[in-house]
């Protein structure tokens, strides 16, 4: 398998991926207890990525079809640009958008979830 083989299957296979392991799973047990909540009928998670390597875990929220805010603020200077641009093709091979909000704060988005710029 290529890398964009690899690439399409990823993105596209709405599975979770088995093979990266979850280091935060005092997040994950927080993020269960709340998707258990019948009153919620969608999720807006707001991550605050340190480095390129953040960017799987946003990936995952988005391969759910959740939407992103993402602040870029601690973000190392040159992972920065480098993240925007990925999260931008993984918006686009998921019919979503990516969007400033304010300075240092994006909004990641997946095909279900709307952004309406006024």
Not at 20 to 42: M, P
Not at 93 to 100: N, S, V, W, Y
């Amino acid at each position: 398998m290529n890398f964009k083989e690899f690439f399409q299957k990823w993105i596209y296979n709405d599975e979770p991926d088995e093979s990266v392991e979850d280091n935060d799973s005092e997040f994950q047990q927080d993020f269960q207890e709340l998707e258990g909540k019948e009153n919620y009928d969608a999720f807006v998670i707001v991550y605050k990525p340190t480095c390129f390597d953040d960017v799987k875990e946003i990936c995952r929220h988005i391969k759910k079809g959740r939407a992103v805010i993402m602040n870029t603020e601690k973000t190392i200077a040159a992972d920065k640009q480098r993240l925007i641009d990925f999260l931008a093709g993984v918006a686009m091979a998921k019919d979503g958008m990516i969007a400033k909000i304010y300075q240092n704060v994006f909004i990641v988005s997946p095909k279900n979830i709307g952004v309406i710029e006024e």
